[in-house]
């Protein structure tokens, strides 16, 4: 975390020198990430010797482990709720994909540690404010030092280059509570031109940073040496494979010519006719080391085993996973899972109200109606296979004893119990008013047939 006082004057000269800082500091991390997630893995560094079995094999557990865990988070959308009227901010952000940008950013969050949301307005009539996914490779924001830690600003940097991948310089745009500005650097990081500040009405600082843990760490951060280790054993597994293919033919008590031509003539006959002639005496064998594969077995499970312990994110091809498993035994299983999802959803949750208070902003100078951000209830579902039976009688047992929005809300297949009741609602009334018309024919004698 960047920090600075809070009567620090805030100027693209500023923002310049925590460019130069976070490039320093913090993208060999974030990119040494980004690489394992896209299976660019240390094993695929490692040389030999000319001759040896280098084989380079890249099993991905850390993509594994990102997608499980983002999805895990936030594969169903999430849910506003309040008292008060929030249907025009709901509708905002239903027109800025929210729950796609949702999804994106807490695939950014496991793999980095951290994730970035800048909030801008379109060109449209009215003009409505929109969302977009910052690399953490290139954006940062900067706090104050006091305990609260506000936000003072924010900055993305995109680098340019020519046709043949040179570095020309870096674009770059800072962000604070009432405007931006653009401004350029060198490939040398120094400040070159600045451009003139643009207000916007978000009140904020447009740019948010959403943490994925305490210490900001990715989800696979923690196993990157276990996953090296279950690559190197992979690896190794088939150079022992191929070494035993290629082991040497020990010949004993045998001489196969006098010149070094006469034994390569009688080594290729060898090898084309597959026959070989001995002497009395003479004996062959190949050398060869044995392989203990049981124990190389034990050992891969064990890393593997490892790598989802201390991630905390299960391995679901498991066999303690398959077949017809009840609610609680399940719980116990993903209690690991829960407790890292928990801790993630309460950063996020934090950065999805920072975000409707941006949106509320806007909405405020647009119509001039204030929506309090804090009454706002905010609901993330998880999202794994659900038995449908065990959680209909237990709406059933808990009839008349909790509310039905919140027996219903239990419901996976329910995606919003408000509405869902409302429609029940009006299913009975529709059924209730069709028995009265019967009931009303029946008494009028009308179109009854008499015996």
Request: proline fraction near 3%; hydrophobic fraction near 40%.
């Amino acid at each position: 975390m960047f920090t600075i006082s809070p009567s620090t004057e805030i100027s693209a000269e500023l923002a310049a020198r925590f460019v130069k800082k976070h490039n320093e500091k913090a993208v060999p991390r974030l990119a040494r990430l980004k690489n394992y997630y896209e299976g660019k893995h240390d094993i695929l560094k490692r040389e030999k010797d000319v001759g040896l079995s280098n084989n380079k094999v890249v099993i991905n557990h850390a993509a594994y482990i990102a997608n499980i865990s983002s999805g895990y988070l936030t594969g169903n959308p999430v849910s506003y709720k309040s008292e008060a009227d929030i249907e025009p901010l709901v509708d905002l952000l239903k027109k800025a994909d929210a729950s796609t940008q949702d999804a994106d950013l807490a695939l950014d969050g496991a793999i980095y540690g951290r994730m970035f949301e800048l909030i801008y307005m379109d060109n449209g009539e009215p003009a409505r404010p929109k969302l977009a996914k910052a690399d953490p490779l290139g954006a940062f924001v900067v706090y104050d030092n006091t305990v609260q830690h506000n936000e003072l600003f924010g900055v993305t940097y995109t680098p340019d280059r020519d046709f043949d991948d040179k570095l020309k310089g870096y674009d770059c745009m800072l962000y604070t509570a009432d405007h931006k500005q653009s401004f350029r650097l060198d490939g040398r990081l120094l400040l070159v031109s600045v451009d003139e500040p643009q207000e916007h009405h978000f009140g904020l600082v447009p740019l948010l940073e959403i943490w994925n843990s305490p210490i900001c760490s990715g989800d696979f951060e923690a196993v990157i040496e276990l996953i090296d280790a279950y690559n190197t054993l992979a690896s190794d597994r088939i150079n022992d494979k191929e070494q035993f293919v290629d082991a040497l033919l020990v010949i004993i008590g045998q001489v196969f010519g006098d010149s070094d031509e006469e034994k390569s003539e009688t080594f290729r006959a060898v090898k084309r006719n597959r026959l070989l002639e001995l002497s009395e005496g003479g004996s062959a064998q190949f050398l060869t080391r044995q392989l203990d594969e049981s124990a190389v077995e034990i050992l891969r499970k064990a890393i593997k085993e490892d790598i989802h312990t201390i991630s905390m994110v299960p391995d679901f091809s498991d066999e303690k996973f398959s077949g017809n498993t009840s609610g609680v035994a399940m719980a116990y299983k993903l209690f690991a899972f829960e407790m890292m999802a928990k801790v993630k959803e309460r950063f996020f949750k934090e950065g999805l109200r920072y975000r409707l208070r941006c949106f509320a902003n806007v909405l405020s100078v647009q119509r001039g109606s204030r929506i309090d951000v804090d009454e706002i209830e905010i609901t993330m579902s998880r999202t794994l296979p659900a038995n449908n039976t065990e959680l209909a009688q237990m709406v059933a047992t808990l009839a008349d004893q909790v509310s039905n929005e919140t027996l219903i809300s239990q419901l996976p297949f329910v995606e919003d119990a408000e509405k869902e009741l409302e429609r029940l609602a009006a299913e009975k009334q529709q059924a209730a008013k069709l028995q009265s018309d019967l009931f009303s024919l029946d008494s009028d004698g009308d179109d009854l047939i008499e015996e």
